[in-house]
């Protein structure tokens, strides 16, 4: 959601230039970079299902981050988001990556691999989608704060499960 708008509301909102944005979209890939250099460190010192909701919980605090430029308006803090955007989930990503290749079967594992996938980017361009139809009706505001709420139920819903309370990698089936 927050990809399909963020452009035009970083120009026009933010009164960024086009180098600008694409010096934040760039942090994103820094960030990216960073969350996975330190992903090894991470691990070494938190249990495993801490590893895993630290995915989740950056992501919500780069949507809030981003979602406080609509009262500080600052090209820094979009940077700051999208820093965030990238190292969380690129935790998320190999936590979860691991323990998929932990605990399911051999036989299963290129399935299971290819509906996480399919799922994972099939749901880009509806999250697109419902981001433009949001910020058409509502504005762009309301479609950061709906993304902000997506994250927040994401995160919401792994806290509320098990995994955080996963010690260790669990043993293979």
């Known amino acids: 959601m927050l990809q399909a708008v ?4 970083a120009i026009q909102t933010l009164g960024m230039t086009a180098t600008g944005v694409g010096i934040t979209l760039g942090i994103y890939g820094a960030g990216m970079m960073i969350g996975a250099f330190a992903a090894p460190a991470i691990a070494r010192r938190v249990p495993f299902g801490v590893m895993i909701a630290l995915g989740p919980l950056g992501g919500l605090a780069a949507a809030a981050v981003m979602l406080s430029t609509i ?3 600052s090209g820094v803090l979009a940077g700051l988001s999208f820093f965030l955007f990238g190292a969380g989930p690129v935790l998320w990503s190999i936590a979860t990556l691991t323990l998929r290749q932990a605990v399911t079967p051999n036989a299963m594992l290129g399935r299971v691999s290819a509906f996480i996938t399919t799922a994972t980017f099939g749901a880009r361009p509806i999250g697109a989608a419902l981001g433009a139809v949001v910020a058409t ?6 479609c ?12 919401l819903v792994i806290i509320a499960s098990r995994v955080p309370q996963l010690r260790a990698l669990p043993e293979a089936a």
């Open 71 to 73: 009262w500080m308006p």
């Open 6 to 9: 963020y452009v035009a509301y």
């Open 144 to 155: 950061l704060a709906v993304a902000a709420t997506g994250f927040l139920v994401q995160f």
């Open 137 to 142: 009706r509502f504005g762009v505001e309301a």
